[in-house]
């Protein structure tokens, strides 16, 4: 299929508890590297692997979701992992994998998006830039340039650098076709909430209090009275909790490991 696996490991290897780590869109493993680093998930074996098609990784021809959960679904059996961890489309993929019955392990997902509406406004308008072929190329190549500086106001200043350095690189092309297949998949489900919930694994669903990503409240409502999901909101933090608490995310992260066992 052509992709290539960036992967990064930490922890101990051959540990009983193995980690698949997956991480957003135009996003590497190195937006895990804060919460790998954390001492209570000492005793894990952690495994991120960017998504095929972000950073330095060749994109497959096939860029839907529901590939991308066949592909991080495969790897994680190979792997041998038994809980997954997923941010912001890493999320969406993670919850596809067990939407799809490819993976029943606990899921811990960092910011997901669960409708059309709840996506951020400047994705959307830039995947109505499909309909503009004149304009589309410019400005996806001008958005991953400036995203990264964007992206840099909402990290804590010891790790700004490293991660927009981490986010440049993207394709534009390939991050187009992405985006679409992304907005398609959304588009064949009014609400996500449902599809979670049927799956059946061990779910926790984890928002920073001042997330951009929206969550109407029909799908909280929907979230809490699903017996096997528990939301938790991380305080003082946005879309990146991952970075901006990672302890707390870790705690998360370990409750979830606990639940597969039990």
Not at 50 to 70: I, K, L, N, W
Not at 152 to 167: I, N, S, T, V
Request: charged share 20%; aromatic share 6%; glycine share 10%.
């Amino acid at each position: 299929m052509g992709e290539r696996w960036e992967v990064r490991r930490a922890g101990v290897r051959g540990a009983p508890h193995r980690v698949l780590m997956i991480p957003g869109a135009l996003c590497t493993t190195e937006f895990y590297a804060d919460v790998m680093a954390e001492p209570a998930l000492a005793g894990l074996d952690m495994v991120a692997v960017t998504q095929p098609g972000f950073g330095p990784t060749e994109a497959p021809e096939d860029v839907s979701m529901e590939h991308y959960a066949r592909l991080m679904a495969g790897f994680a059996a190979d792997a041998g992992c038994d809980t997954v961890v997923g941010h912001s489309l890493g999320a969406n993929v993670a919850l596809e994998m067990a939407a799809l019955g490819l993976f029943t392990g606990p899921l811990v997902l960092l910011s997901p998006t669960f409708s059309r509406g709840d996506e951020a406004t400047f994705l959307t308008l830039l995947n109505g830039l499909h309909r503009v072929p004149v304009l589309r190329g410019a400005v996806w190549a001008a958005m991953l340039k400036l995203l990264p500086v964007g992206v840099k106001r909402q990290l804590p200043p010891r790790r700004a650098e490293a991660l927009a350095a981490a986010m440049t690189g993207n394709d534009p092309t390939t991050c187009r076709r992405m985006v679409r297949e992304y907005y398609a998949y959304l588009d064949r489900y009014p609400s996500l909430v449902p599809r979670l919930c049927g799956a059946g694994v061990p779910a926790w669903v984890v928002r920073g209090d001042h997330d951009e990503i929206g969550l109407t409240d029909e799908e909280r409502r929907g979230l809490e009275a699903c017996p096997r999901i528990r939301t938790v909101t991380v305080p003082d933090s946005g879309h990146f909790a991952l970075v901006e608490q990672p302890a707390l995310v870790a705690e998360v992260v370990m409750e979830a490991v606990a639940a597969g066992v039990r």
